[in-house]
């Protein structure tokens, strides 16, 4: 047993033996959704105060709206009864850190852990690749106010998601944790 796994366990179980939360709703009780990054930095807990059951929270690599993270939305509204969703990206975001191009030469090269210094991102050694990466959209981030107001804008255009939703955008400051409104997502995902 690895010395993560035997942590995970030991914290599950001290967890456990006090729990109270069984009778939790399905639905959350305060009827919102948060799709954010899922960078270890944020605890959508802490910075929107919520307890268990309270909200859905969404996590991908940059908070994007992916289709997996929409199909999320979608079913957080339809089947569990939540009217107001939030787009959360944050400061300092690794997305930021590479772009598509970059991310499928490393996956061509090499399926081990790359690293980064001031000239870049590196692949530590030979080993076997895939062109694999060379299908997917990384949904890389170049400036975080422009793809907040762009998540909102493709979560609002979908034709699954209802109009009377209100989709806010903001960015959560790291260093601060603050979270900055981005006016113009906010003006793109208001409720018709």
């Not at 939360?21 to 009827?31: S, T």
């Not at 909200?55 to 939305?73: F, K």
């Not at 939540?82 to 399926?111: A, P, Q, Y």
């Not at 979270?179 to 018709?192: C, D, W």
């Amino acid at each position: 047993m690895t010395k993560i796994l035997s942590e995970v366990l030991l914290a599950n179980r001290e967890y456990s033996n006090d729990f109270d939360k069984a009778d939790l709703a399905m639905p959350p009780a305060r009827q919102f959704a948060i799709l954010t990054c899922m960078d270890a930095r944020l605890d959508p807990a802490k910075y929107a105060g919520l307890a268990e059951g309270d909200a859905h929270v969404i996590r991908n690599a940059g908070g994007r709206a992916s289709d997996d993270a929409i199909r999320s939305l979608v079913i957080s509204y339809k089947l569990l009864g939540t009217r107001e969703w939030f787009v959360i990206h944050h400061t300092d975001c690794g997305m930021e850190t590479f772009t598509d191009d970059i991310m499928r030469d490393l996956l061509s090269s090499s399926l081990k852990t790359s690293s980064v210094d001031a000239d870049g991102w590196h692949d530590c050694c030979e080993g076997h690749g895939s062109a694999e990466g060379n299908y997917i959209d990384w949904l890389t981030i170049k400036d975080q106010a422009e793809s907040v107001t762009e998540d909102v804008i493709r979560i609002k255009s979908s034709p699954l998601v209802p109009a009377d939703i209100p989709v806010y955008g903001y960015i959560y400051d790291v260093k601060t944790g603050s979270l900055i409104e981005v006016p113009s997502a906010t003006k793109e995902g208001r409720a018709l």
